[in-house]
């Protein structure tokens, strides 16, 4: 099993639409996750920090759910410019480390 | 401020041949990762550094070695080229591994 998991999608919706993306994890130990979005070509970008009471970020909110072990991101009002692929990190330990481990992305096109 | 700085930004290498991919940064953070992304795929580790003088593997890093002589500078090397490193490397920094990571433009490299 992965260590993080995700829909590869892609999730094609309307503008103005409500979407939301979940990823799973597989430690339980893990302690911190964020939400990054990449565009096509470009670095990856941080997009908010998910924290455990769950946070809101204008039209997008975080939520994370430790005991079935996934976190989720919700946007509301889909803007054309929401097209990305959104990425879930999670911070897993790793050998000697503890280390931020990728999901595989999950791609959104918002349709005119 | 200038944040994280790769270069070059794409290369186009013969099998066998060697290069160095440069990462500097002037946040003063302690840690450092290099990653790759193949097309379509997600990020995957090949090095960490947690300071100056400390470095160690990561998840993918056969064909690799970096070195971490000041803060600023992460380097990654390949020695032997092969068409399997054909990808884009992302270099970041962070403050911690609880961090946010900030990443370089990034460095498309093909290997033919």
């Known amino acids: 099993r992965k260590e993080v998991e995700q829909d590869p999608g892609p999730f094609n919706v309307p503008e103005g639409a409500t979407v939301a993306f979940n990823c799973t994890y597989s430690n339980s130990a893990s302690q911190s996750f964020f939400w990054y979005r990449q565009d096509c070509r470009k670095e990856p970008k941080l997009l908010m920090s998910?924290?455990?009471s769950g946070n809101e970020d204008g039209r997008f909110t975080a939520q994370l759910n430790r005991a079935s072990q996934y976190i989720s991101l919700l946007i509301r009002d889909s803007k054309l410019s929401d097209s990305a692929t959104y990425l879930c990190?999670?911070?897993?330990?790793?050998?000697?480390?503890?280390?931020?481990?990728f999901g595989s992305g999950t791609q959104l096109t918002v349709l005119p | 401020n200038a944040g994280v700085t790769q270069t070059p930004k794409f290369r186009i290498l013969k099998i066998g041949q060697s290069m160095t991919l440069q990462c500097t940064q002037d946040?003063?953070?302690?840690?450092m990762y290099w990653y790759r992304q193949d097309p379509g795929m997600g990020l995957k580790l090949i090095y960490y550094s947690v300071g100056a003088g400390i470095t160690d593997k990561g998840e993918v890093p056969n064909g690799y070695n970096v070195s971490r002589s000041t803060t600023e500078d992460f380097p990654l090397r390949l020695e032997l080229a092969a068409p399997s490193q054909t990808s884009v490397y992302f270099c970041a920094s962070s403050s911690g591994t609880a961090s946010p990571l900030h990443f370089g433009n990034g460095t498309r490299l093909t290997v033919t």
């Open positions: 946040m003063n953070h302690n840690y």
């Open positions: 990190v999670v911070n897993v330990l790793s050998g000697s480390a503890r280390q931020l481990t």
């Open positions: 998910v924290y455990s």
